[in-house]
């Protein structure tokens, strides 16, 4: 396990495989006359007293490996601020989705370009009573939105480019989950028995 004060560990590191869930199954993925129907797992624990967590994380598409990741909290709320924080990780992954189709969509287009960057915020508001609200309030936590800017160096057809990154919106998984409202559900096991 590892020691919430001296975490030397690297933050990412390749796993040999993603090992076997006790709860979810991993599905391998389908191709249907719709699209690929993919997953990505995600196996996590807290590693000790504070906020450190390690999880395996792995997309079952053939080709993607599987890595262990660390993560934390900033020190302002007891995390000791050694590796990224959740929503950090949820901000870079939807960034690098989004510049994965950016990139993708502008190869088989054949389109000219000599320079992709992207610069995100994510908005969110916290309510932790004692923490971030007053005592007594009733704990919640809310997306207020995602603000990107694309900054791409092209000699191509502004249009072209609005319609590159308009279409790469649209197939980024990533940000497709937080513009539209997703099915999710929570299932508890305690002490071995669901509740």
């Given at each position: 396990?590892?020691d919430n004060?001296?975490v030397?560990?690297?933050?990412?590191?390749?796993?040999?495989?993603?090992?076997?869930?006790?709860?979810?199954?991993?599905n391998?993925?389908?191709?249907?006359?719709?699209?690929?129907?993919?997953?990505?797992?995600f196996?996590a624990?807290l590693?000790?007293d504070?906020?450190?967590k390690?999880?395996?994380v792995?997309?079952n598409?053939?080709?993607f490996?599987?890595?262990?990741?660390?993560?934390?909290?900033g020190s302002?709320?007891?995390g000791?601020?050694?590796?990224p924080a959740p929503?950090s990780?949820?901000a870079?992954?939807?960034?690098f989705?989004?510049?994965?189709?950016?990139?993708?969509l502008?190869?088989?287009?054949?389109?000219n370009?000599?320079?992709?960057?992207?610069?995100?915020?994510?908005?969110?508001?916290?309510?932790?009573p004692g923490?971030t609200?007053?005592?007594g309030?009733?704990?919640l936590?809310v997306?207020?939105?995602?603000?990107?800017?694309?900054i791409?160096?092209?000699?191509?057809?502004?249009?072209?480019?609005?319609?590159?990154?308009e279409a790469s919106e649209?197939?980024?998984?990533?940000?497709q989950?937080?513009v539209n409202?997703?099915?999710?559900s929570?299932t508890i096991i305690n002490?071995?028995?669901?509740?």
């Amino acid at each position: 396990m590892l020691d919430n004060n001296t975490v030397t560990h690297p933050i990412v590191t390749r796993a040999a495989a993603m090992p076997t869930p006790q709860h979810i199954s991993l599905n391998k993925i389908k191709k249907s006359k719709d699209g690929m129907e993919l997953e990505v797992d995600f196996l996590a624990e807290l590693t000790g007293d504070g906020l450190v967590k390690t999880g395996v994380v792995q997309p079952n598409v053939p080709g993607f490996g599987a890595f262990e990741v660390l993560c934390d909290e900033g020190s302002s709320i007891g995390g000791t601020d050694t590796a990224p924080a959740p929503l950090s990780y949820l901000a870079a992954g939807i960034g690098f989705c989004l510049l994965t189709h950016v990139h993708g969509l502008a190869q088989s287009r054949r389109l000219n370009i000599s320079s992709i960057k992207l610069e995100q915020k994510m908005k969110f508001q916290s309510r932790i009573p004692g923490m971030t609200a007053e005592q007594g309030t009733e704990m919640l936590g809310v997306s207020k939105g995602v603000e990107t800017v694309i900054i791409i160096e092209s000699q191509e057809d502004p249009s072209l480019i609005a319609s590159l990154v308009e279409a790469s919106e649209k197939a980024c998984m990533a940000l497709q989950t937080v513009v539209n409202a997703i099915p999710a559900s929570t299932t508890i096991i305690n002490n071995g028995q669901k509740l």
